[in-house]
């Protein structure tokens, strides 16, 4: 039972008892050695916060705006591949409940459900999505025009994975969505009969942004070879002039950790950026996402808005990142965790929980109004100085 579930820590367990190790190792890895991904969890905690105390602490609010959008906190889900493998029909649900909720949803290339399928879950409300850019240009035209067609009210292009970083455990796991029938992978699936039964009941088990809309993907054999060969490893900043013309909208720059990557951003003229380390799921001995945030903030932080991700799994953290700058940052695992642990409900509570520790945690800063929450709410504000530039 999801409800009972106090912390993103408790769901992570229910999903690990609900999920397929694939799928559920899937979602808690890092490459090579995980190092960036662990320090992108532990470094929130040598962030300190001023406890103020005997302020008014009534009549809150996390409302916000991301990109000139309204959010009720300034929180989004983040873009994660394959989360239609976590829970049945995955990204329509979490759709659902972001939109419920007033925050946006990103919705991934690589995602199980396709983007035609999240717009008539929520009933043609707007979304965001995220671009892979692949080879095969006619194909990448081909999503720009379908999620505008879908009423997307931003681009998420990611800049960080023209390469693929490696993560042991997907290899030894055997991952594939669906899964290939072998002794290692019926070893994984007959201990999880509920999840296997839950995914009798939806038509969506393989890439469907993919899949009859690539040129040659028509099935599931020609589609992993499709995906090995079609991350563009030529992409550079000039690229992304075409895309932003195709596109017409606001557009968010994702995976940049550098303030000198910041400055270029900004004058490729991007409407904000996602500092980003792929949730330690690229390059192993990069430094935590909280780290490399205040310097990109001081570089480029009058120019476009500066978001981030990576390790938030309390809404202490989330508040850490707007403290030093962010003006919004996104989960990726929470969301998972709670999809894995109990679909709808279960995404419903693990943004509940960070909103819940978002707000008290606010509160006991002293402060209000989350747009008011600044460097003045941090003990030491210059804690990760030695990373500027
Ligand atoms: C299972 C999984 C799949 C992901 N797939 C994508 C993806 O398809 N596109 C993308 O831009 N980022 C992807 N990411 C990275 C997330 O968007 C985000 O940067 C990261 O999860 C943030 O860290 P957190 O999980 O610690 O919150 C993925 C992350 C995870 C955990």
């Given at each position: 039972m999801t409800t009972n579930a106090l912390t993103i820590a408790d769901l992570k367990e229910q999903a690990r008892r609900r999920v397929p190790r694939m799928f559920f190792d899937y979602a808690d890895?890092?490459?090579?050695?995980?190092?960036?991904?662990?320090?992108?969890?532990?470094?929130?905690?040598?962030?300190?916060?001023?406890?103020?105390?005997?302020?008014?602490?009534?009549?809150?609010?996390?409302?916000?705006?991301?990109?000139?959008?309204?959010?009720?906190?300034?929180?989004?889900?983040?873009?994660?591949?394959?989360?239609?493998?976590?829970?049945?029909?995955?990204?329509?649900?979490?759709?659902?409940?972001?939109?419920?909720?007033?925050?946006?949803?990103?919705?991934?290339?690589?995602?199980?459900?396709?983007?035609?399928?999240?717009?008539?879950?929520?009933?043609?409300?707007?979304?965001?999505?995220?671009?892979?850019?692949?080879?095969?240009?006619?194909?990448?035209?081909?999503?720009?025009?379908?999620?505008?067609?879908?009423?997307?009210?931003?681009?998420?292009?990611?800049?960080?994975?023209?390469?693929?970083?490696?993560?042991?455990?997907?290899?030894?796991n055997g991952l594939s969505a669906p899964p290939k029938f072998n002794l290692n992978s019926m070893l994984q699936l007959v201990t999880r009969p509920r999840w296997c039964f839950s995914m009798l009941g939806t038509k969506r088990r393989t890439f469907r942004n993919i899949v009859g809309h690539a040129k040659s993907v028509t099935d599931l054999s020609s589609l992993s070879a499709w995906t090995a060969e079609q991350f563009d490893p030529h992409l550079d900043w000039k690229d992304l002039e075409w895309i932003k013309e195709r596109w017409g909208g606001k557009v968010i720059l994702k995976g940049?950790?550098?303030?000198?990557?910041?400055?270029?951003?900004?004058?490729?003229?991007?409407?904000?950026?996602?500092?980003?380390?792929?949730?330690?799921?690229?390059?192993?001995?990069?430094?935590?996402?909280?780290?490399?945030?205040?310097?990109?903030?001081?570089?480029v932080g009058d120019r476009m808005e500066v978001h981030m991700d990576g390790g938030i799994r309390s809404g202490q953290d989330a508040l850490r990142a707007l403290a030093f700058g962010a003006k919004g940052v996104y989960v990726g695992r929470p969301w998972l965790y709670g999809l894995g642990a109990g679909g709808k409900p279960g995404v419903k509570r693990a943004l509940e929980i960070i909103r819940t520790e978002l707000d008290t945690t606010m509160a006991l800063c002293g402060e209000r109004d989350v747009r008011n929450v600044g460097r003045h709410n941090l003990l030491d504000p210059d804690i990760f100085q030695s990373r500027r530039a």
């Open positions: 890895s890092g490459s090579w050695t995980e190092g960036t991904y662990r320090s992108n969890e532990s470094d929130y905690a040598k962030v300190l916060f001023r406890q103020r105390v005997a302020v008014d602490m009534t009549d809150r609010s996390l409302k916000s705006a991301m990109i000139g959008q309204d959010v009720s906190m300034p929180l989004a889900i983040a873009p994660t591949g394959l989360s239609g493998m976590q829970h049945p029909d995955g990204e329509m649900l979490g759709a659902q409940v972001a939109t419920e909720m007033g925050i946006p949803f990103t919705l991934s290339t690589m995602s199980i459900c396709s983007i035609e399928d999240v717009s008539e879950a929520i009933g043609g409300k707007p979304f965001w999505f995220q671009l892979y850019v692949m080879r095969d240009k006619d194909f990448v035209a081909n999503l720009i025009d379908r999620a505008k067609a879908a009423n997307c009210s931003a681009l998420v292009i990611t800049l960080d994975l023209q390469i693929l970083g490696q993560r042991h455990k997907d290899l030894r940049i950790m550098d303030p000198e990557d910041a400055r270029l951003a900004a004058d490729a003229g991007a409407d904000a950026i996602i500092v980003s380390n792929h949730g330690g799921r690229q390059l192993d001995g990069a430094p935590s996402s909280i780290s490399a945030l205040p310097a990109i903030v001081d570089a």
